[in-house]
């Protein structure tokens, strides 16, 4: 009889089949590379087959490779859907960006309903840059953000689902001279220095969204700010600069400030579901379930007559995993 296969073994070969990179992997598994190194060898002599193509440059499959992997992602699946049975699954770890945003923190609330038996966690990473490469180490399983921000080399091991095309908004001083207007048409903001989080490590998809929105209207950019960490300090770092910030619609207005959407053309901020592709949890469909729900019931995915949005946005909002 075949001696049985040790699921570590099977779990170290699909994360490094999944990132093509033995470092990588090993920080996803939180293991030593050169514990990795030694699982992957160790499963190989198993099953008496060269699973990868090791060059000092690139990590490659081998064709025993492609054929293992469908196997090994199966058998993880079952050991995780039997764990879970048995209440044993591992939280899933779900990063709503700031506690201030609307449209995750829906998500998030529908996918503990449609999963009472399992825990899905919180987390505020501020920003979808930051939070892809706590993916892709493995530190967190899901996020939310605008896809088409991200650098390609970070999306190449992401997937993504869309969410919603969220109308943007921008957030006034309460005696700022558009603070009295039900909404804002954006050729009201020419002439005026808005802030974007330029210079935030974690936010640039959105700096860049900013930049992208602004471009040919005549409104500037603010520059950096000092990186304000907790909202305290962020009310005080704005009072000083007194800059309008650019925000999201339901984004919670601060003290003595207003919160007016955006209008003529009403830009749209596009948020997508991401994750690291080969994520396996019994969490995480009903997840994906809840975001697809409430984008058919809210009409989330419907893009308002003459809404902006840039052309690569679209692009990958349309096509997706």
């Not at 505020?124 to 180490?137: D, F, I, K």
């Not at 309460?174 to 220095?193: I, S, Y």
């Not at 603010?222 to 339901?250: K, N």
């Not at 997840?287 to 419907?302: I, V």
């Amino acid at each position: 009889m075949p001696a049985p296969l040790d699921p570590r073994l099977l779990r170290a070969f699909v994360t490094v089949a999944e990132e093509l990179h033995f470092t990588r992997a090993a920080l996803r598994l939180h293991v030593a590379q050169q514990a990795l190194s030694r699982d992957v060898r160790k499963l190989e002599r198993e099953l008496r087959a060269e699973l990868f193509v090791r060059t000092t440059r690139q990590v490659t499959l081998t064709p025993d490779g492609e054929r293992l992997l469908p196997h090994a992602r199966r058998v993880l699946r079952a050991q995780d859907d039997l764990l879970a049975a048995f209440g044993q699954a591992r939280p899933l770890l779900v990063d709503l960006n700031s506690p201030g945003l609307v449209t995750p923190r829906r998500v998030l609330h529908l996918a503990r309903e449609l999963a009472p038996g399992h825990e899905l966690m919180a987390r505020y990473e501020s920003g979808l840059t930051w939070a892809a490469g706590e993916l892709l180490a493995g530190r967190l399983d899901v996020s939310f953000g605008r896809f088409a921000g991200l650098d390609p080399a970070l999306r190449s091991g992401l997937g993504h689902q869309p969410v919603r095309y969220e109308p943007m908004a921008v957030v006034l001083p309460e005696d700022h001279r558009l603070a009295g207007t039900a909404e804002v048409p954006l050729a009201e903001l020419a002439g005026e220095t808005v802030y974007a989080g330029a210079g935030n490590p974690r936010t640039p998809e959105w700096t860049d969204l900013a930049r992208l929105l602004f471009e040919e209207r005549g409104i500037e950019l603010a520059p950096p700010a000092p990186l304000a960490v907790g909202e305290e300090e962020f009310q005080r770092i704005m009072a000083r600069t007194r800059h309008p910030i650019l925000a999201v619609v339901g984004f919670p207005a601060l003290p003595s400030t207003v919160v007016r959407p955006l209008v003529d053309p009403v830009p749209l901020s596009p948020v997508s579901l991401v994750w690291r592709r080969g994520l396996t949890h019994p969490a995480f469909d009903a997840l994906r379930g809840a975001a697809a729900r409430l984008a058919a019931e809210e009409g989330w995915l419907r893009r308002p007559a003459g809404g902006w949005i840039p052309a690569a946005d679209h692009v990958l909002m349309a096509s997706h995993d």
